[in-house]
Nanobody
């Protein structure tokens, strides 16, 4: 059974850093594109970053470009989101999700409707 589990959330001060992890089981992350999404109270879920199953392509929302970095470790079957220079507006529940794409695909997407499997989310709070 395909399962995704996020970890690494918590409370951090503005300007701080945090790394989120997405551990996958029941499938290989190098056969799926993986995306990170977030949802703040009263707002719609938005795409933050994604990485292709080949690992060659990544993309980012404009609001996080230059601050966040997505990466994957195929040996650990995990995907990470390194978040630097955090701002209060980054506060949200962060989710990782999987999108089945063709073998060695370079496809990425920040469209949540493409993703079929989701983790339970981890809370990130940026505050003094």
């Amino acid at each position: 059974q395909l399962q995704l589990v996020e970890s690494g959330g918590g409370l951090v001060q503005p300007g701080g850093s945090m790394r989120l992890s997405c551990a996958a089981s029941g499938f290989r992350t190098d056969t799926y594109a993986i995306g990170w999404f977030r949802q703040a109270p009263g707002k719609e879920r938005e795409g933050v970053s994604s990485i292709s199953n080949s690992g060659t392509n990544t993309n980012y929302a404009e609001s996080v470009k230059g601050r966040f970095t997505i990466s994957r470790d195929s040996a650990k079957n995990a995907v990470y989101l390194q978040m630097n220079s955090l701002k209060p507006e980054d506060t949200a529940v962060y989710y990782c999700a999987a999108w089945r794409t063709n073998y060695r695909s370079s496809l990425t997407s920040l469209d949540p409707t493409k993703y079929t499997s989701w983790g339970q989310g981890t809370q990130v709070t940026v505050s003094l």
